[in-house]
């Protein structure tokens, strides 16, 4: 164990003191607190996150969520090489300009 020095205002060292019998017990519960504390944070970070993606599906996107499913598609897709994508996307409008349309259009 590591041993670290932390300033308690006085009314809470007393409580303490009185609830706890040892240094030892001390530690122990201030070692308890820091752990729940930590564990608060966590399941707060994860609430958040999934508030988030459920947010983003509501909307009707779709979002993978994990890097297994990230690689399963990768996986299944075959590898193209620079002169296949040309030759695909040969008459093909760049994205830019179909943008710059959507915007005239009022999009």
Known sequence: MNTIAVKLP???????QQELVSDEAVSE??????EE???S???KARSERERAIEAIERAGLHLKTSWEEWNELFASTPALTAEEVRRMM???SPL???IIAERDEGR
């Open 10 to 16: 006085e009314r809470l060292t007393k409580q303490l």
């Open 29 to 34: 519960a201030i070692a308890e607190a820091i």
């Open 37 to 39: 504390w930590l564990e």
């Open 41 to 43: 944070r966590r399941q």
């Open 90 to 92: 040969t008459g093909v």
């Open 96 to 98: 830019s300009e179909d």
